[in-house]
């Protein structure tokens, strides 16, 4: 017996031995996507902002009405600038080069922009000739597509992201099964963002003659002398009493996937793909916690006329559901909003309220003209369906109605708010 102890003990010594030069020697060729970031320098970005010819819409974002003008967002490039004076024929004037400008607002002669990580106060006084009045540098936070992403902030800042094949060699253990790579992982190293905006002036609501009105996509929300802008996670307020020389005034964390905001009534609503967080701004440097309105997960922009917001979810990229619905939401008493009634829909993005009609852009469907006398009963049916067009916000004001999709910026009459009369458009270049 003794004799068959020791043996035992020297075959499992021997096995436990071969199993872990086995494993030192056990190696896996593997091929990744790795998602790089590329980086844009400090002194280009900050030397880059420049006034130029009018330029073709290619990729419009947010739009902005400001008097007899129209700003419009050219995705990560700048911004048009369109003479509105006959909505009828609309005249593009001139293009401001802003590298990774996505938001706008404006204030008197003084228009607000996002230039990646800086905040531009621009002199649009003349706006076939806007000049710089300041940057205020590393405001916002850099772009990012995943919470672990990898970036350097010394190398400047990110702009896109390239894909690159990796194929490499790893040692791993020889187990069976269960392998860590499995078929492959891909790395994400940065951040791709569809920024979008929030802040519409409802019919109750009149703009005053030195401020403009956005669309339900914005992140950027003036109300008198305070600025505020939202990132993924966090509510950025900005001191602009003197319009020119804006100055950074306090950070508050919000939460995740922050994506619009709408300001009504000294209360800042503010939409994730999560719900709607509601902020009061009575102090309006120390926005106050009111409640938070959750929802499905999906892309959600917020418009808020009286006693009722006005929400609308979508599927796709980066929201991830198949929710594709408008929702009322009860707001009478703030601090406990509740849903009243839900309308199901295509893929709608934007929206605004004028008088007792809301306008949804419903992606491919187009733009949709609801009744909205009884906001509790909203029919599923449209008055009217605008179809054919591709259609992502809109801004109802002074009985026009702005709206831009990815085919163009369209104008209509809205004298008649249950009706859409086409004015004008000018088409995106193919």
Known sequence: MKSFTLSLIGLVSALFLLNSCTKDKCSQTITYTKYVPQYMSYDELRSSVKSMPAQSLKNPGKIYLMGNYIFVNEVDKGIHVINNSNPSSPQPISFIQIPGNIDISAKGNVLYADSYVDLLALDISNPSNVTVLKRVEDALPQRRLTSGASIDPQKGVVTFYKDEVVTEEINKDCQIGGGYWGGGPIWMEGDVVNVSSGNMVPSVFTAAPQTGVAGSLARFALNNNTLYVVDDNNLRVFDVSTPANPSANGTAYIGRNIETIFPY??????????????????????????????????????????????????????????????????????????????????????????????????????????????????????????????????????????????????????????????????????
């Not at 934007?350 to 029919?379: R, S």
């Not at 004298?415 to 270049?429: F, K, T």
Request: hydrophobic fraction near 35%; aromatic fraction near 8%; include cysteine.
């Open 265 to 430: 009534n000294n209360h800042l609503f503010i939409g994730s793909t999560n719900g709607m967080f509601i902020y009061n701004i009575s102090n309006p440097t120390a926005p106050a916690y009111v409640s938070t309105y959750i929802h499905g997960t999906a892309c959600d922009p917020v418009v808020v006329d009286g006693d009722y917001a006005y929400v609308t979810l979508r599927s796709g990229t980066p929201c991830n559901t198949s929710l594709n619905q408008l929702e009322v939401v009860d707001i009478k008493t703030l601090s406990n909003p509740v849903l009243k009634h839900t309308v199901q829909m295509k893929n709608p993005h934007g929206l605004g309220k004028w008088g007792d009609v809301l306008y949804v852009c419903d992606g491919n469907a187009g733009l949709k003209v609801m009744d909205a006398q009884n906001p509790e009963t909203i029919p599923a049916n449209p008055v009217v369906q605008v179809g054919s067009i591709n259609a992502t916000d809109v801004i109802p004001f002074n009985n026009r109605l702005l709206m831009i999709g990815t085919d163009g910026l369209y104008q209509y009459d809205i004298s008649n708010p249950m009706q859409v009369s086409y004015l004008s458009r000018i088409a995106v270049e193919k």
